[in-house]
């Protein structure tokens, strides 16, 4: 492909242009699809000479330490004892006593178990009871062994305490070396009281970031890799982990989810491609409405604005939950609105307006409009007041009319600002549980999908009620359900990567600063 | 700074050894001691509105029977309704109450997940000799015995509004089709949404059958189900007439008497009696479930009828578990069935509870018992989530006047045998 210059590019109209965007932007696939491969491999390779860096770095740390450092690779803060540095002594000390206890009395017997996640979820054990003399009653009882719930979860939490332990081991290694070159160069090493000065000193941010990370990595991100994990097994209501347990079943979930001609992989396209309308119309149809309602009531001339804004932020007064559930009721087939209508003569039948799929999905961008608007009419008021007046004034001098000036002014002041919010807004409707399911719960359902997980697919439903649905069916099916976490999260990350990639608010930081 | 080194590994190890020896101790039982009153903490989980009187009735048999069998159980009562019991049971197996009431369509599920405990041999005599015998039967799964049967009311019948409809109107769908047309007003009848249960009457009215078989632990090993029939496209063409009219309305809620579009006769159950009549006060009517004329052919709409169990969560101490029986022996009894009769209006499946007044008086448990209907037996998951697939497409096919036809309605029929088929053979 013959790329233009500069001044030739100019020279071309607007769909010319929009043309030969185009094609620069499938001609650079390819090449970005390569570059990005050699970055993994790179990647790699750099991984690789990282690994082999250590093992020569712990090799010959051994082989030339002193016994000290010798034996601080068996006694982990051996080194640090011997140099009266109590704290960090004791610190890597406990840490390797607390990890054996683990994993003698615990971790150990769940990590032999994380392959196959269980053998024998229980045994019944028939014996022979008196309680009333001379009354011998044979009796039942259940004993459980395996529970691959938890194998799972504790297995998981074992793997992230060797990863903890072989990093403070390393750590220690590292200390116990420099200890023996204090001890060469003759210098005196740090007391355990400096160490504690240091921590609430120059390394004050380490203390503070203990308890974050440790949070972080026991409430999200554990329970992310697990949710994860789950979606490689067979973990459904049959299969409960605890009665009966699960096993691994490798990629089965996902051909089943995403291979095409069965019930379950039309059911998620359909369900997908709705989601992906519904973002779109409950993002932007806010987004603009708002801004719209806001730039009206900013208008001069406009009398009693505070009256107005508070109208509208009566919606937030009243928790959403309940404004969604009486619109729910107000609007069903036998609900005060049809009620009025059919009474006053104006409908002779009901409007289906949750039972008819089309008017079912109209309803909810129109309701979520009405909840939403007030947000953005707040967000947008404040935003709007901070565009200099200045750049309305030459507009008009230089003849823009109502409309230029909106399109040249403010939606490119309001989309740099506010592009951000757009994208987590978008994000975030992919995920509105709340408003589909308190209209809908995802209704009317749509026999043609099928069941999944015992929940029948409706016409409204989004992927994340419908994974809802999979998991308080009476077929709970949390395998299925956890592939489509992660297909949602896929959609999410995809977007959202591409969006901010693209997005004016990152691409030209300085030219509304 | 070696003798400290000693020191602190010494004292790593013996707490390392304490902790282990702790945990060797295990979860073993222990004969209560004679003259001991042995004391269990339990959780019984209780239907709506009925955790008072389970409180109670536990504490009576702490004071009676308990005092003879040196018993006492501190209960925490919960509420948890009986058509949930099972499902929150499977959701927190371990966390389970000790005693549990549930429906006996989940029944299947409850054993086969092991969420009841096997019952001793009194307590299968207690059962057969004071119970009717399909409520003793249903209790059982293959020869096994596993629940105490509660209640033998678990159907549903017509409410309706006696101002709007006549006694000799709500003998015939067609004719409340009718006057609700001409009323724009509402029948209440949950055939399409999660309404299998419902829906069934129309296919055992037209004398369709479907019954699986399990085996002991619950697994469903074999199905006779003959919905995929010329009987089973007469009772989908029954559904359709009320499921294409106007006065279609997929619920089957008392409350439905009080909306904006009332309905005038709603299907339900025992539990919507209350709700039924505050709403209606002395215009509320029962009656059996109507008739229904396809093809010239009269047949009248039948349900289930099923029953409510007590389970005892499966135990690992073997004389906590014969108590508990003992304690579910009597609060299945005949005196604790008698009390929820004359109380909540429940149909007793006591022997000698049907014997009394209060039940050859209650209207409902009179209609529940007078019309034909089908023993509930065992059904999975797929089954109900299969029928109510196919239900919701002739919902959604009737929708805004269209239609289908025998041939549509037949091939709605032959995908749930394919499907159901292909359950059945894993």
Same mark, same amino acid.
Request: charged share 20%; aromatic share 12%; net charge neutral.
């Given at each position: 492909?013959?790329?233009?210059?500069? @001044?030739?590019?100019?020279?071309?109209?607007?769909?010319?242009?929009?043309?030969?965007?185009?094609?620069?932007?499938?001609?650079?696939?390819?090449?970005?699809?390569?570059?990005?491969?050699?970055?993994?491999?790179? @990647?790699?390779?750099?991984?690789?000479?990282?690994?082999?860096?250590?093992?020569?770095?712990?090799?010959?740390?051994?082989?030339?330490?002193?016994?000290?450092?010798?034996?601080?690779?068996?006694?982990?803060?051996?080194?640090?004892?011997?140099?009266?540095?109590?704290?960090?002594?004791?610190?890597?000390?406990?840490?390797?006593?607390?990890?054996?206890?683990?994993?003698?009395?615990?971790?150990?017997?769940?990590?032999?178990?994380?392959?196959?996640?269980?053998?024998?979820?229980?045994?019944?054990?028939?014996?022979?009871?008196?309680?009333?003399?001379?009354?011998?009653?044979?009796?039942?009882?259940?004993?459980?062994?395996?529970?691959?719930?938890?194998?799972?979860?504790?297995?998981?939490?074992?793997?992230?305490?060797?990863?903890?332990?072989?990093?403070?081991?390393?750590?220690?290694?590292?200390?116990?070396?420099?200890?023996?070159?204090?001890?060469?160069?003759?210098?005196?090493?740090?007391?355990?009281?400096?160490?504690?000065?240091?921590?609430?000193?120059?390394?004050?941010?380490?203390?503070?970031?203990?308890?974050?990370?440790?949070?972080?990595?026991?409430?999200?991100?554990?329970?992310?890799?697990?949710?994860?994990?789950?979606?490689?097994?067979?973990?459904?209501?049959?299969?409960?982990?605890?009665?009966?347990?699960?096993?691994?079943?490798?990629?089965?979930?996902?051909?089943?989810?995403?291979?095409?001609?069965?019930?379950?992989?039309?059911?998620?396209?359909?369900?997908?491609?709705?989601?992906?309308?519904?973002?779109?119309?409950?993002?932007?149809?806010?987004?603009?409405?708002?801004?719209?309602?806001?730039?009206?009531?900013?208008?001069?001339?406009?009398?009693?604005?505070?009256?107005?804004?508070?109208?509208?932020?009566?919606?937030?007064?009243?928790?959403?939950?309940?404004?969604?559930?009486?619109?729910?009721?107000?609007?069903?087939?036998?609900?005060?609105?049809?009620?009025?209508?059919?009474?006053?003569?104006?409908?002779?039948?009901?409007?289906?307006? =949750?039972?008819?799929?089309?008017?079912?999905?109209?309803?909810?961008?129109?309701?979520?409009?009405?909840?939403?608007?007030?947000?953005?009419?707040?967000?947008?008021?404040?935003?709007?007041?901070?565009?200099?007046?200045?750049?309305?004034?030459?507009?008009?001098?230089?003849?823009?009319?109502?409309?230029?000036?909106?399109?040249?002014?403010?939606?490119?002041?309001?989309?740099?600002?506010?592009?951000?919010?757009?994208?987590?807004?978008?994000?975030?409707?992919?995920?509105?549980?709340?408003?589909?399911?308190?209209?809908?719960?995802?209704?009317?359902?749509?026999?043609?999908?099928?069941?999944?997980?015992?929940?029948?697919?409706?016409?409204?439903?989004?992927?994340?009620?419908?994974?809802?649905?999979?998991?308080?069916?009476?077929?709970?099916?949390?395998?299925?359900?956890?592939?489509?976490?992660?297909?949602?999260?896929?959609?999410?990350?995809?977007?959202?990567?591409?969006?901010?990639?693209?997005?004016?608010?990152?691409?030209?930081?300085?030219?509304?600063? | %700074?070696?003798?400290?080194?000693?020191?602190?590994?010494?004292?790593?190890?013996?707490?390392?050894?304490?902790?282990?020896?702790?945990?060797?101790?295990?979860?073993?039982?222990?004969?209560? #001691?004679?003259?001991?009153?042995?004391?269990?903490?339990?959780?019984?989980?209780?239907?709506?509105?009925?955790?008072?009187?389970?409180?109670?009735?536990?504490?009576?048999?702490?004071?009676?029977?308990?005092?003879?069998?040196?018993?006492?159980?501190?209960?925490?009562?919960?509420?948890?309704?009986?058509?949930?019991?099972?499902?929150?049971?499977?959701?927190?197996?371990?966390?389970?109450?000790?005693?549990?009431?549930?429906?006996?369509?989940?029944?299947?599920?409850?054993?086969?997940?092991?969420?009841?405990?096997?019952?001793?041999?009194?307590?299968?005599?207690?059962?057969?000799?004071?119970?009717?015998?399909?409520?003793?039967?249903?209790?059982?799964?293959?020869?096994?015995?596993?629940?105490?049967? %509660?209640?033998?009311?678990?159907?549903?019948?017509?409410?309706?509004?006696?101002?709007?409809?006549?006694?000799?109107?709500?003998?015939?769908?067609?004719?409340?089709?009718?006057?609700?047309?001409?009323?724009?007003?509402?029948?209440?009848?949950?055939?399409?949404?999660?309404?299998?249960?419902?829906?069934?009457?129309?296919?055992?009215?037209?004398?369709?059958?479907?019954?699986?078989?399990?085996?002991?632990?619950?697994?469903?090993?074999?199905?006779?189900?003959?919905?995929?029939?010329?009987?089973?496209?007469?009772?989908?063409?029954? %559904?359709?007439?009320?499921?294409?009219?106007?006065?279609?309305?997929?619920?089957?809620?008392?409350?439905?008497?009080?909306?904006?579009?009332?309905?005038?006769?709603?299907?339900?159950?025992? =539990?919507?009696?209350?709700?039924?009549?505050?709403? @209606?006060?002395?215009?509320?009517?029962?009656?059996?479930?109507?008739?229904?004329?396809?093809?010239?052919?009269?047949?009248?709409?039948?349900?289930?009828?099923?029953?409510?169990?007590?389970?005892?969560?499966?135990?690992?101490?073997?004389?906590?578990?014969?108590?508990?029986?003992?304690?579910?022996?009597?609060?299945?009894?005949?005196?604790?069935?008698?009390?929820?009769?004359?109380?909540?209006?429940?149909?007793?499946?006591?022997?000698?509870?049907?014997?009394?007044?209060?039940?050859?008086?209650?209207?409902?448990?009179?209609?529940?018992?007078?019309?034909?209907?089908?023993?509930?037996? #065992?059904?999975?998951?797929? =089954?109900?989530?299969?029928?109510?697939?196919?239900?919701?497409?002739?919902?959604?096919?009737?929708?805004?006047?269209?239609?289908?036809?025998?041939?549509? @309605?037949?091939?709605?029929?032959?995908?749930?045998?394919?499907?159901?088929?292909?359950?059945?053979?894993?």
């Amino acid at each position: 492909m013959v790329y233009l210059s500069a @001044l030739d590019y100019l020279k071309l109209n607007k769909w010319q242009k929009l043309l030969y965007k185009l094609k620069c932007f499938f001609v650079a696939i390819p090449g970005w699809t390569a570059n990005k491969f050699k970055k993994l491999g790179q @990647l790699f390779v750099k991984l690789g000479l990282a690994i082999k860096a250590e093992a020569i770095y712990i090799v010959t740390t051994f082989i030339h330490g002193s016994f000290k450092t010798k034996l601080s690779y068996l006694f982990m803060g051996f080194s640090n004892l011997w140099h009266k540095q109590w704290l960090r002594g004791i610190m890597f000390f406990l840490m390797e006593g607390l990890f054996i206890v683990y994993m003698v009395l615990y971790g150990g017997a769940m990590l032999a178990k994380f392959g196959s996640l269980g053998d024998i979820a229980t045994k019944e054990i028939t014996s022979l009871v008196e309680i009333i003399p001379g009354e011998i009653e044979e009796v039942t009882t259940v004993v459980h062994i395996d529970n691959s719930f938890k194998i799972l979860l504790y297995g998981l939490i074992t793997i992230f305490f060797i990863l903890a332990l072989a990093v403070t081991w390393r750590i220690n290694v590292k200390q116990a070396q420099l200890l023996d070159e204090i001890d060469a160069s003759g210098k005196p090493v740090k007391s355990s009281k400096d160490d504690v000065k240091s921590l609430l000193d120059n390394q004050f941010h380490k203390t503070l970031l203990v308890l974050p990370i440790f949070g972080i990595v026991m409430f999200t991100i554990l329970p992310i890799i697990f949710m994860v994990l789950v979606a490689f097994t067979n973990f459904d209501y049959q299969h409960d982990g605890y009665n009966r347990l699960f096993d691994w079943v490798g990629l089965e979930n996902f051909s089943k989810m995403l291979s095409f001609g069965n019930g379950m992989s039309a059911a998620f396209g359909e369900i997908l491609g709705w989601t992906m309308i519904w973002s779109i119309f409950a993002t932007f149809s806010n987004y603009f409405l708002g801004m719209f309602v806001a730039m009206m009531i900013n208008k001069k001339g406009i009398k009693i604005k505070s009256v107005w804004r508070t109208i509208l932020v009566l919606t937030i007064a009243i928790p959403q939950f309940i404004s969604l559930l009486y619109i729910s009721n107000l609007f069903s087939d036998t609900g005060i609105v049809n009620g009025t209508l059919l009474n006053l003569g104006i409908i002779d039948k009901a409007i289906p307006f =949750w039972s008819n799929g089309t008017l079912a999905k109209v309803m909810v961008i129109v309701v979520n409009i009405w909840v939403g608007i007030p947000y953005l009419m707040l967000i947008t008021t404040g935003i709007l007041m901070n565009i200099p007046d200045d750049l309305y004034e030459s507009a008009k001098i230089d003849g823009a009319n109502a409309f230029q000036q909106f399109a040249r002014i403010t939606l490119p002041y309001m989309l740099f600002v506010t592009g951000p919010y757009l994208l987590t807004s978008f994000v975030s409707n992919i995920n509105n549980f709340n408003v589909i399911y308190l209209l809908t719960q995802g209704g009317p359902a749509n026999p043609t999908w099928g069941n999944v997980g015992g929940y029948i697919a409706g016409d409204t439903t989004i992927l994340i009620t419908w994974l809802f649905g999979i998991t308080t069916g009476n077929e709970a099916n949390y395998k299925i359900a956890s592939v489509i976490g992660i297909l949602i999260f896929i959609v999410c990350a995809g977007l959202s990567l591409i969006v901010f990639s693209i997005m004016p608010s990152t691409r030209r930081e300085n030219d509304y600063s | %700074m070696r003798k400290f080194i000693s020191v602190l590994l010494g004292a790593a190890l013996a707490a390392g050894s304490c902790v282990g020896l702790a945990a060797c101790d295990g979860n073993s039982a222990t004969n209560p #001691q004679n003259g001991d009153v042995k004391k269990y903490d339990i959780t019984v989980w209780a239907g709506d509105g009925t955790t008072t009187m389970m409180q109670n009735q536990v504490e009576k048999f702490n004071s009676t029977i308990g005092k003879e069998l040196k018993v006492s159980f501190n209960a925490k009562v919960e509420q948890v309704s009986e058509g949930k019991a099972v499902g929150d049971a499977e959701s927190h197996p371990e966390s389970a109450a000790d005693l549990f009431c549930f429906a006996s369509d989940t029944f299947a599920r409850a054993v086969e997940m092991n969420l009841v405990a096997k019952l001793s041999p009194s307590s299968v005599t207690f059962i057969d000799e004071n119970n009717i015998k399909s409520a003793a039967d249903a209790s059982k799964m293959g020869d096994t015995y596993y629940a105490f049967p %509660m209640t033998a009311d678990n159907s549903y019948f017509l409410y309706y509004n006696k101002d709007k409809l006549k006694d000799t109107e709500v003998t015939d769908l067609e004719t409340m089709i009718e006057v609700a047309e001409k009323q724009s007003a509402k029948i209440s009848y949950n055939l399409g949404s999660e309404g299998s249960w419902y829906a069934a009457s129309f296919f055992y009215g037209t004398g369709c059958k479907s019954e699986w078989v399990v085996n002991d632990s619950g697994k469903f090993t074999d199905m006779e189900d003959d919905f995929n029939s010329a009987n089973g496209i007469k009772a989908f063409k029954g %559904m359709a007439k009320l499921m294409s009219s106007e006065c279609f309305n997929d619920s089957s809620k008392a409350q439905d008497f009080s909306s904006a579009i009332p309905s005038i006769a709603v299907v339900s159950g025992v =539990w919507d009696y209350k709700t039924a009549k505050t709403i @209606l006060g002395d215009k509320l009517g029962v009656a059996p479930l109507p008739h229904f004329t396809v093809d010239g052919a009269r047949y009248q709409a039948t349900p289930y009828l099923g029953y409510k169990f007590m389970g005892i969560k499966p135990q690992s101490d073997k004389y906590k578990l014969l108590y508990l029986q003992r304690l579910a022996q009597y609060l299945t009894g005949e005196e604790c069935q008698t009390q929820r009769l004359k109380d909540l209006g429940w149909g007793p499946s006591n022997l000698k509870s049907r014997e009394t007044d209060e039940a050859k008086e209650n209207e409902i448990f009179n209609v529940i018992n007078d019309n034909p209907n089908v023993v509930q037996g #065992q059904y999975p998951a797929k =089954w109900w989530s299969q029928f109510e697939v196919a239900c919701l497409a002739v919902k959604k096919g009737t929708e805004n006047g269209k239609s289908l036809d025998d041939t549509a @309605l037949g091939n709605l029929l032959k995908t749930y045998a394919k499907d159901l088929a292909t359950f059945l053979n894993g």
